[in-house]
């Protein structure tokens, strides 16, 4: 069973398959009016170096639905390696709650607090990864267009954190994943070496956003400038012109196509009001399954009947 949630990288491909599988089953009996009691006297520590509406109230509101209880730590309250170690943080966390959330700015202070806690740690967002996300990505395009097995997924933006999360989600899903950034964009070198084998097949780059969204299933775009890069912010406001998802984009992919967006959006930038609120969006869809992969998530690392729910998820529930 999995010990952390820390990235894609970590999982194989009947264990992503699972944490749908588990998604969906909760998801059913959420809508059926069934209570969950899984999480009962259980308590999540939420710490959050960086904000996050869908973040927090997700996490939240799943515990709160699987009989738990979170408990929000902001990252000044915690003062991860100036105050104290990250070590000494996260054992001592261990001992008072039974899972650990957090959403910070370096990838390493994810890891080296899961290297030390005793309990579950879950990436809630990391500069390197967002898998939390990208697992609600897949859940979501799964419903709207019944498989994931073959799709061509395309990213319309820079080569960050949520792109290397749902290149990777992609490979495990059996999709196709293309990032359609301009030079200076595109995945790193050590990106590339990550994918292994799925680099150049299953997982590409390409500079011609147009003929990128050709056949394409899902137009995906996120923010040109994230949280901590507000110093490059007109450089790419310059860099990205013509990298954005409209009406003319999605007409050029087809009638079968979907677009996303992880949110907050800064409409008319990378992406237009239209187009979000265009019959071809699901992104309240999206920003929904983020409270239904997670409670899968929060399921399959901290109750203590895993294996159960996994089996009966597997038998559709």
């Known amino acids: ?108 202070t994810v890891s080296e607090l899961a290297a030390h806690a005793t309990v579950p740690v879950i990436n809630g967002l990391s500069d390197a990864c967002h898998p939390c996300q990208a697992l609600a990505d897949l859940l979501t395009i799964h419903e709207h267009l019944g498989t994931t097995k073959g799709l061509k997924i395309v990213f319309v933006g820079d080569g960050n954190n949520v792109a290397r999360s749902l290149a990777r989600a992609c490979v495990l899903a059996g999709a196709r994943f293309v990032l359609a950034a301009p030079t200076g964009y595109a995945f790193t070198a050590e990106d590339i070496a990550s994918f292994g084998a799925a680099w150049g097949d299953a997982i590409s780059h390409v500079t011609d956003v147009a003929a990128a969204a050709k056949g394409a299933d899902v137009l995906y775009a996120d923010v040109w400038t994230s949280m901590g890069q507000e110093a490059e912010r007109e450089r790419r406001l310059r860099d990205f ?66 294996a159960k729910v996994i089996e009966a998820a597997r038998a559709g529930g």
Do not use: W
Not at 25 to 43: P, Q
Not at 67 to 96: F, M, N, W
């Open 1 to 108: 069973m999995l010990r952390h949630f820390t990235s894609l990288d970590d999982l194989s491909a009947q264990e992503f398959t699972d944490l749908l599988a588990v998604a969906v089953y909760l998801k059913r009996r959420r809508a059926m009016g069934i209570r969950e009691h899984a999480l009962a006297g259980k308590t999540l520590a939420m710490i959050f170096e960086k904000p996050s509406l869908r973040t927090r109230l997700s996490f939240e509101v799943g515990m709160t639905e699987l009989g738990g209880v979170a408990t929000y730590i902001r990252g000044e309250d915690v003062g991860l390696k100036t105050r104290e170690p990250i070590k000494d943080v996260a054992r001592v966390v261990s001992r008072y709650v039974h899972g650990i959330m957090i959403r910070t700015f370096a990838h390493q």
């Open 241 to 306: 012109q013509g990298y954005q998802i409209d009406e003319r984009l999605i007409a050029n992919a087809g009638s079968r196509v979907k677009v996303m967006h992880c949110l907050p959006a800064h409409r008319g930038e990378e992406i237009t009001d239209a187009a979000v609120e265009s019959s071809a969006s699901i992104v309240l869809d999206q920003a929904e399954n983020r409270l239904h992969a997670q409670k899968a998530i929060l399921r399959l690392l901290m109750a203590d009947d895993a």
